[in-house]
C-alpha cells in the first residue's frame, strides 16, 4: 500500500489524468497464472470498473482508444511496483522512439542490440522469398487435397510454413512442407522438431527451472521438452564452435543466422561505443544463445500468428481476395513460382503488402514496445503540455490506440481494410480526412488503370509501429514482409479460400437466404475472438474450417 501510495504522488506532480491499477502489468506472476488459466480468468469482471479492467493481460486490444478518447492523449496508470504512461499522440511518440538514449532500456540492452542487428539484412530477403514460396506451394497442394471438406489446421499449417521458412534462412535447414498432424504422427528427431516442441511449449520453459524436463518422474510431454531444449542447445553450440574455427582458419562463414551473429560480434569487439568511451563489450556464449532464442521465438511466433489471421481475414473478406489476385496476376502472368525473381517481384506486390500492413495495425500479437526513463528524469511535449516524467517510469507510446484512432485512421478505423494503404497520384478530395484515411482506390476498380500509379501509403510519424521505430525498430520487419508477400502470392494467384459451411448455413444457401454471408460472419468472429497468451492472438481458430477451391 506504501509503494501504491508513494507512486501515486509521483503520477499526481504529472498533471494528467490518474488510474490506480492494483497490479503492474508487468507483474510476472500475474502474467503467468492469465496465461496457464485463460478460461478462468475470462469469468472474472475484469470491464467492471478502471482499476480491473487495466491490469487484464491484453486489455489494451479490447480497449483500443477508448480510454484515451475519455482521458486525453496522456493519462498514467499507478502501480505498486512503478508507474506506466501512456501517449496516444503522434508527435510525442515519434519523440519518445527518437530519443532512444533517454527512453532506452539500458545501456546492456543497448549493446546487445548493436552487436546483433546485422544477421538481419537484405542478402536473406532472396532466400526468404524463395522458400516461402516453395513452402506456400506445397502448403496450398495439402489444402486442397482435403477437398469439400477442407481443413480446420489452417493457422498451425502455418505456423509449420513459418518455422520451415526460419530454418532454411536462419540455419540452412531445408525441411518438405509437413502439415501438422503428420509431424505429430512421427517421432521428433531432427532440429526443426526440437525448435517446435521448444515453441509450442515456450511458457513452461520460461517459468520452470530447465532441468525438471530431464527428471524420470516428470510426464512424457515434459521429458520431451527436455530432449528439445538439449538437442537444440547442442546443436547451436556445435554451430558457434564450427564458425569460431572457420574464423579462426581464415574460411567464409556458412551465412547462418549463428554464422552472422558470431561474425558481427568477432567484427565489433574492436568498435568503439562513442567518443570517450571503451570498445564494446562481445556477447558471450549463454548471450548469443539467448539472443538466438529470442530471434527463433519473436521471429517465428510473431509471424505465425500474423499470417495465421491475415489468411482468416481474407476468408471473411472474399472482395480482398479478388483485390490482391488482379494484382498478382497483373505482374506474374506466369504461374511457375520459380520465375518469380524476388528483385523484380516484391516491390510490385503493394495490395499484397497492404494485407499484411493492415493485419498488424488491428491486431499486432505485440500489445506494446514500452519505454523507460531509467535513473534519469525526463521531459515529454503532449500537445500543448511538457510532462516532466520522474525516474523508474515506464512510458508507453499507446500502440492500439494509435492505430486505431479515428483522429488518424478516419472513421472506419477499427474495420480491417487492407485498400486503405493504397493510394494513387490522385490527390486526396478533402484537406479535413485524417493523415492515414486518404486513399481514393477502391478494390473494385480495374487494376490496368489503377496499378501502374499506385504506391503504398505512408502514415504519419507516430501513428503506426508495430515494428517499433527509429533506431530501436524489429530488425526481422523486411524478413516478415517478404516472406508474407511470397507466400500470399503463391496461395492467391489462382486459387480463393472460403469457409466451410455449417448445416444451418447450407440450409439458409439452398433458400437463398444468405448462408455464405453467415459463414463469413462466423469467421469474422473467430479472428475478433482473439486474446492474450505470451502474445496476442486467436483463440479458437480451429473452430473454422477453410477450403481452398480453383478460380
Not at 300 to 317: M, R
Not at 402 to 409: A, N
Request: proline residues 7%.
Amino acid at each position: 500500500m506504501y509503494c501504491l501510495l508513494h507512486n501515486y504522488r509521483e503520477a499526481s506532480r504529472l498533471g494528467i489524468p490518474i488510474i490506480c491499477v492494483p497490479i503492474s502489468p508487468d507483474n510476472q506472476l500475474w502474467i503467468a497464472l492469465q496465461t496457464a488459466f485463460p478460461s478462468l480468468f475470462k469469468r472474472l469482471p475484469f470491464n467492471a470498473f478502471a482499476p480491473t479492467r487495466h491490469c487484464r493481460l491484453g486489455w489494451e486490444f479490447r480497449d483500443r482508444y477508448k480510454t484515451h478518447e475519455r482521458l486525453g492523449d496522456a493519462w498514467v496508470a499507478v502501480t505498486p511496483w512503478r508507474n506506466w504512461i501512456y501517449i496516444a499522440q503522434a508527435e510525442a511518440a515519434a519523440e519518445i522512439y527518437a530519443r532512444n538514449r533517454d527512453f532506452a532500456q539500458g545501456a546492456d540492452w543497448q549493446r546487445q542490440r548493436k552487436l546483433t542487428a546485422t544477421p538481419f539484412n537484405e542478402q536473406k530477403s532472396p532466400l526468404v522469398w524463395s522458400e516461402a514460396l516453395r513452402q506456400a506451394n506445397d502448403m496450398l497442394h495439402s489444402w486442397l487435397s482435403h477437398g469439400p471438406d477442407g481443413t480446420t489446421a489452417t493457422s498451425e499449417d502455418v505456423r509449420t510454413l513459418a518455422l520451415d521458412v526460419l530454418a532454411f534462412a536462419g540455419f540452412q535447414k531445408s525441411y518438405p512442407w509437413q502439415s501438422q498432424q503428420t509431424m505429430k504422427e512421427r517421432t521428433a528427431s531432427t532440429y526443426r522438431d526440437s525448435l517446435a516442441i521448444i515453441l509450442q511449449n515456450v511458457l513452461i520453459i520460461l517459468v520452470l527451472p530447465a532441468r525438471l524436463f530431464s527428471m524420470p518422474f516428470v510426464p512424457k510431454q515434459w521429458q520431451q521438452v527436455g530432449w528439445a531444449l538439449r538437442a537444440f542447445k547442442k546443436y547451436m553450440l556445435d554451430q558457434i564452435d564450427d564458425e569460431k574455427r572457420s574464423i579462426s582458419d581464415g574460411e567464409a562463414g556458412s551465412k547462418t543466422l549463428v554464422s552472422n551473429l558470431v561474425r558481427a560480434v568477432e567484427n565489433q569487439q574492436s568498435t568503439v561505443a562513442g567518443p570517450g568511451s571503451q570498445a564494446l563489450k562481445p556477447l558471450s556464449v549463454d548471450e548469443i544463445l539467448g539472443n538466438i532464442f529470442v530471434f527463433n521465438f519473436a521471429g517465428h511466433d510473431t509471424t505465425a500468428i500474423t499470417f495465421a489471421t491475415a489468411i482468416y481475414s481474407l476468408v471473411a473478406y472474399p472482395e480482398v481476395q479478388d483485390w490482391i489476385s488482379k494484382e498478382i496476376n497483373f505482374y506474374l502472368p506466369d504461374d511457375d513460382s520459380s520465375t518469380w525473381q524476388y528483385e523484380k517481384t516484391f516491390p510490385k506486390l503493394q495490395r499484397c503488402l497492404a494485407v499484411l500492413l493492415e493485419t498488424v495495425r488491428l491486431y499486432n500479437p505485440l500489445l506494446n514496445v514500452p519505454k523507460y526513463t531509467a535513473t534519469h528524469p525526463q521531459t515529454l511535449r503532449v500537445n500543448d503540455r511538457t510532462l516532466r516524467i520522474p525516474p523508474d517510469t515506464i512510458v508507453a507510446p499507446h500502440m492500439n490506440a494509435l492505430h486505431t484512432h479515428p483522429r488518424y485512421w478516419g472513421d472506419d478505423s477499427l474495420q480491417w481494410r487492407p485498400s486503405r494503404w493504397i493510394i494513387s497520384s490522385t490527390p486526396p478530395s478533402s484537406s479535413s480526412t485524417p493523415p492515414n484515411a486518404r486513399t481514393p482506390t477502391t478494390p473494385t476498380q480495374n487494376p490496368a488503370q489503377t496499378l501502374p500509379s499506385e504506391r503504398l501509403l505512408a502514415p504519419r510519424k507516430g501513428t503506426y509501429i508495430p515494428w517499433s521505430d527509429g533506431v530501436q525498430n524489429c530488425p526481422g520487419k523486411k524478413f516478415a514482409q517478404v516472406e508474407w508477400v511470397a507466400a500470399v502470392a503463391r496461395l492467391c494467384r489462382r486459387h480463393r479460400a472460403v469457409p466451410v459451411l455449417l448445416p444451418e448455413e447450407r440450409r439458409m444457401k439452398e433458400k437463398g437466404m444468405g448462408g455464405e454471408g453467415k459463414g463469413r460472419e462466423r469467421v469474422r468472429a473467430c479472428v475478433e475472438d482473439t486474446g492474450m497468451r505470451l502474445l496476442l492472438q486467436m483463440e479458437r481458430p480451429e473452430g473454422v474450417r477453410v477450403r481452398w477451391v480453383e478460380r
